[in-house]
């Protein structure tokens, strides 16, 4: 069977820090002077495997894949089809310009807890405006989750975006037991925040944390699915030196970048559509785990994934950031 090649990426670089003595039990010795660094490498990817029609393929073996760091093979340390229970942080854009949105918003309550959180996801939710609020504390209660996502309402004209999704990106971290989406739902431009884009998003990355987005399009009909292959490019950029010198395409780039999608609509209804439709992708995505066959440098890693099956697309990330640590 032949094997067809795909460019897709890679996961988180898990750094542990271990200092002797900085974690001990009463019955521990005194702390030495020496500093003890562990380095775990782990590389995990999403992996979303859809055939022409756009359909999920679901039916693929571990063997089905495999994994190139930097173009040199690896050994696949784990793979699953659909991981962990989720963590979803919900964030909504809150100032005056999608108010037309807001009725939809609250109707795709049910929706994204039957679909994106499913029995067993926790979520919470956040909306921004000149001020980002956390409506919703990360909780596994549907009924909970819902009632903040009906509260949402308008409030003023600014959209502080990167601020936004730096606090999710922060609270995302806490779940340690769970795979961590970061959903957005607003405009893909920011108008006065005080974080740096290429920083949250590398920190994203860097957490394994996975950005969906659904924006407004300005375009004749709907486009349910914007093409990765459109922000591949600026999205290795942002990763590899953290900037991004676009403009009004943030959204598009950063789910790029981490693996994820964004969705452009331009009828309210159509988000219902597409929430639904990440939902069933979030549970249906392959989970692969490796750990690279060398020392990691500082800077990025490309990945790459080739599939024995032909006619299939594949996405997820486009590679990782590893930072230079002082010594």
Partial sequence: MSINSFFVSAGVLSVLWLSIGAARSQNQAPPSSNTVRVVTNEVILPVTVTDPTGELVLDLSQNDFHVFDDGVEQTIAHWDLGGDPLAVALVVQTSSRPHAMIPEIHSLAPIFTE???????????????????VLQQFTNDHDTVERAITSVDVEDPHMHLYDA?????????????????????????????????????RDAQHSN???????SSSAARDILQDAPQLWAAPAIFLLQEGKYRGKHHDLEVAATATGGIHYSVMRAATLRDVTDRIGGELHAQYIIGYQPNSERAPGFHSVTVTVSRPNVSVRTRPGYYVAQFAR
């Fill in 165 to 201: 999704m730096a606090r999710a990106v922060e609270m995302l971290k806490g779940e340690t037991m769970r795979r961590r989406i970061l959903f957005i739902i607003g405009e893909s431009r920011d108008d006065g925040s005080h974080a740096d884009f290429g920083a949250v998003v």
């Fill in 209 to 215: 944390i996975s950005i969906y987005a659904v924006g």
């Fill in 115 to 133: 679909t994106v959180m499913a029995l067993d996801g926790e979520a919470a939710v956040l909306t921004y405006d000149s001020t980002v609020d």
